[in-house]
């Protein structure tokens, strides 16, 4: 019960049905915030409590000063969690340890229950194994249920053993579209209120959501359970940065080229731990499919959240997408009476504004190993080709090209070029050279969800077919819809057959390319370009494309809109001009341009016109938690705890409450701490903690043939993310991270200094050599350390490595907080300051003094770091809030709540 301090609480009638709510124009000075503060205002409103939620926070909410930086802590209550099973599993997986750790310190196991709605949807499990052919589908389905039984059986138990935990099962969709085509509620009924529809998810796109009016974010797995047991997110109230739209798109730019020009615009201004929210005239000319989009992308370019109000058009989608009658009348009515409607003429209070006239906006693409590296595409063969020489040269730890003259690659009109003669399965032979564009994947939430453009997709191959062209030989493409609707509205409109025909064959409703399941390429392609160390490419609708992330064999990733991807499969190179030079000949020998085969803007429109209806969405969704046969027939314990397996190579009780008292000892500085990795800029949680594939040569892999799992069944580190084994040799393990104390390795790779002459070694065996002696470790890092994925397991195998500390130049804001929540130290090099101004090598020891100031309920500014070799500096404690502090001085924030959830 809210303590209703400002007497907000009130009745909305809708129709038959009354809802109680909490007014916001109660609060003084309400009416000028940010639709995205206003929902954080009723939040607080709703959850008021008297003590971790006082009137004087909803005050300092309503008095908000939008010049002020950050200083007012509050304290929100999502009104649901959402997770994709790589991140869910270990969700779940440490529920189930709570359950067992409560009950060894004599506390209730049936007090672990979620307290909020939490929902997960199974779509990162899917590998494109097969591809190009009719049964693909079929056949990656078996595959997936074949590697994953041990994990799906864990989530079936979870969902019989759980209160409010619902999964959706494997060959769905992608979690992000499911969320906004069946479970966003956008204003949310429970227990008779009405309010915002608010939420946290594991996967750092939970941000889609944001296109339908629904504030939510991406946050660590482990902050994720505390919200589902009822903790509050701990936040600062943030700066609101206005981004205002105005005009229309011009014919041939789609959603892709949008959203691209908005990553690079705000990545260049920072928005790191701010919100973004969209206004202006602008908005109302921008579908809901091009809101969800930019709102997917908000992680690209660092905020926090990209948000659009609600109007007509949020109400439209909600009706086609089969939300039944009251409930769009309540969102309306809800909307309007809260101010939360959408009035395209007005200014909110901004910290900040952007603008962008949508007419500018131009066909793009970005890469190759960022989503803000925008390239307009009529210069991105030029682009390629200076950015290719980054990949074929020999280059020095530093960066810096090293090679002698006569070692330089050899070269076609000044373009690196290598061609290697290749011979297919069916005898015939093509050759392969840098750039050859290997991978081509319609994949990911960001544009599969987006009817307009995966349409255009599916024109451009039919134009493609009846020109005669196809896919290039040694192209592996791939199309993996967010939802069946996707493929329904291509049956409904004839254009299945067409996709098929230029290789675009269902490989599964998953994420797939874009989390790293892109699958092996073909042997002859694969052999090619390892045996002769090619330059090739990848092109995908996806959100990440960075380094080693798609396929270890492709160096070169791009992100583009659909129809462009199969463009590129039909030209097959990223040398070519795919504006000005052919695409390929026709059946008489024609050439054949991008602009004979992109659809026009009528012609998409006509499509989604009449192939896409309310009933398709009704049939997707009707039954959606039951599962298929397969599903259904799976053995499951039962029983409020787990039976773990102790053979199991997927699913194993983690170690965290091991030996965990009732309460936490006093904090302690670090003393003697070694480096375990030396790390430059835009290390991203892909380095820290791959989600693709296993090599046998690593740790990783020589445990899982330890174990008797052949090299065929080892599966991907996304998907054994429920055995912390399997994960902390995966840690720092990324084929492309670069360890500078290692130099000329590239992967998993560190200098022992507990050994004589400090030897190059994996970094696992080398921390478990530092553990066994009783030395800390530190990690030394760059800007923009930890962005990309809401990647939890990035903290916990740093944390399960030793690691007590990490310096970094600046924090992606989820990893920051994920390593607090696993009781590892992160603090900032002194303004200006970096690990090569101060002179530090990473061979140096390293004391922290001054960290014992936690003991005294503050949290140091500070703290002093001091070496061996004499370089002392005060580096800046990056503990944000109080809430903060308590987690890390109870060692993380799962014992945190384990250890409140006993004392009540």
Not at 155 to 177: C, S, Y
Request: overall charge negative.
């Amino acid at each position: 019960m809210s303590a209703n301090s400002f007497d907000a609480r009130s009745t909305l009638r809708v129709g038959d049905e009354s809802y109680e709510i909490f007014k916001l124009d109660k609060v003084e000075g309400s009416a000028r915030l940010p639709y995205s503060l206003k929902v954080l205002l009723e939040n607080l409103l709703r959850t008021e409590d008297g003590a971790n939620i006082t009137a004087d926070h909803i005050r300092a909410l309503g008095n908000w000063d939008s010049q002020a930086q950050p200083s007012q802590e509050i304290q929100f209550t999502p009104a649901r969690v959402i997770m994709q099973d790589f991140t869910g599993v270990p969700c779940v997986v440490d529920l189930a340890t709570m359950r067992e750790a409560v009950k060894e310190l004599g506390g209730d196991p049936a007090k672990i229950n979620p307290l909020a709605p939490a929902e997960l949807v199974i779509d990162h499990s899917v590998i494109a194994d097969k591809f190009g052919t009719a049964d693909a589908f079929g056949q990656n389905v078996e595959l997936e249920y074949g590697r994953n039984k041990e994990r799906y059986q864990f989530l079936r138990w979870g969902q019989t053993a759980f209160d409010e935990f619902k999964v959706v099962p494997p060959g769905t969709g992608i979690v992000h579209q499911v969320n906004i085509e069946h479970l966003a509620r956008t204003v949310m009924v429970r227990n008779g209120q009405a309010y915002p529809d608010t939420l946290v998810g594991t996967d750092s796109h939970t941000t889609m959501v944001n296109g339908l009016g629904v504030l939510g974010w991406g946050v660590g797995g482990i902050e994720a359970e505390a919200a589902m047991l009822g903790q509050p997110v701990s936040m600062l109230i943030p700066r609101v940065v206005g981004f205002k739209l105005t005009g229309e798109l011009k014919p041939g730019t789609t959603a892709t080229d949008l959203v691209l020009t908005i990553t690079e615009m705000l990545r260049k201004h920072g928005v790191v731990g701010k919100f973004v929210e969209f206004y202006g005239e602008g908005v109302a000319a921008t579908s809901l499919a091009n809101r969800a989009t930019i709102g997917n992308m908000s992680p690209e370019f660092g905020s926090t959240a990209a948000i659009f109000p609600i109007d007509d058009e949020t109400l439209n989608y909600l009706r086609l997408t089969g939300r039944d009658a009251q409930q769009v009348a309540l969102v309306e009515a809800y909307a309007k009476e809260q101010g939360l409607w959408l009035d395209p003429a007005a200014e909110p209070d901004f910290s900040e504004k952007l603008e962008l006239d949508l007419s500018t906006v131009v066909p793009s693409i970005a890469g190759p190993k960022r989503p803000q590296d925008r390239i307009v595409l009529a210069n991105a063969a030029e682009q390629f080709k200076i950015d290719v020489r980054n990949y074929v040269d020999s280059v020095d730890e530093a960066g810096k090209e090293s090679f002698p003259a006569s070692d330089a690659p050899a070269t076609t009109n000044g373009v690196p070029s290598n061609p290697v003669l290749v011979t297919a399965p069916d005898g015939s032979t093509y050759e392969l050279d840098h750039g050859a564009v290997t991978v081509a994947a319609i994949t990911s939430c960001t544009n599969t969800s987006n009817p307009y453009v995966m349409v255009a997709a599916a024109l451009v191959a039919k134009k493609a077919v009846e020109k005669g062209l196809t896919r290039k030989p040694w192209v592996k493409t791939t199309l993996a819809p967010g939802s069946k609707v996707v493929t329904d509205y291509f049956d409904k409109a004839g254009l299945t057959p067409y996709l098929d025909k230029v290789g675009f064959n269902l490989v599964g409703y998953g994420c797939t390319t874009c989390i790293g399941n892109s699958g092996p390429l073909p042997d002859e392609v694969s052999k090619a370009v390892n045996d002769h160390d090619l330059a090739v490419t990848s092109v995908l609708s996806g959100n990440r494309n960075f380094e080693g992330r798609i396929n270890p064999d492709v160096k070169m990733n791009y992100l583009a809109s659909p129809p462009l991807v199969v463009a590129y499969a039909l030209a097959g190179s990223m040398k070519i001009d795919i504006t000005t030079e052919a695409l390929g000949v026709d059946q008489d020998g024609n050439p054949v341009y991008l602009k004979d085969v992109w659809p026009t803007e009528a012609e998409v429109n006509d499509v989604v016109a009449n192939a896409i209806g309310e009933d398709m969405f009704n049939k997707s969704y009707q039954d959606v938690f039951a599962g298929d046969a397969q599903w259904q027939a799976l053995s499951i314990p039962t029983g409020d705890t787990f039976e773990w397996d102790t053979e199991s190579t997927y699913v194993r009780k983690p170690p965290y409450f091991e030996g965990m008292a009732h309460e936490p000892s006093p904090v302690e500085d670090i003393q003697g701490a070694r480096v375990l990795a030396k790390l430059g800029d835009s290390v991203t949680t892909d380095h820290i903690s791959p989600a693709g594939a296993i090599k046998a040569d690593t740790p990783a892999g020589k445990y899982l043939t330890e174990h008797g799992v052949q090299r065929r069944d080892f599966n991907s580190y996304g998907s054994r993310r429920g055995n912390h084994e399997v994960m902390i040799r995966g840690t720092f393990a990324n084929i492309r991270l670069r360890n500078q104390i290692a130099p000329g390795t590239e992967g998993g790779f560190t200098r022992d200094f507990t050994q004589e002459d400090a030897p190059v070694s994996f970094i696992y065996d080398a921390s478990r050599n530092y553990i066994d002696q009783g030395i800390p470790l530190v990690v030394l890092a760059g800007k923009e350390y930890g962005s990309g994925s809401s990647r939890d397991w990035a903290a916990k195998g740093t944390a399960l490595l030793g690691v007590k500390a990490v310096i970094a130049e600046s924090y992606e804001r989820i990893h920051r907080s994920n390593l607090i929540g696993m009781g590892v130290l992160p603090l900032q090099y002194p303004e200006g300051q970096t690990a090569s101004s101060l002179g530090l090598t990473g061979e140096e020891t390293f004391s922290f003094s001054g960290v014992t100031e936690l003991n005294n309920g503050s949290t140091p500014r500070t703290v002093k770091v001091t070496t061996d070799s004499g370089v002392e500096f005060d580096a800046v404690v990056r503990i944000d809030t109080p809430g903060e502090a308590d987690y890390y001085r109870n060692g993380g924030i799962m014992q945190y709540v384990l250890r409140s959830l006993i004392r009540k």
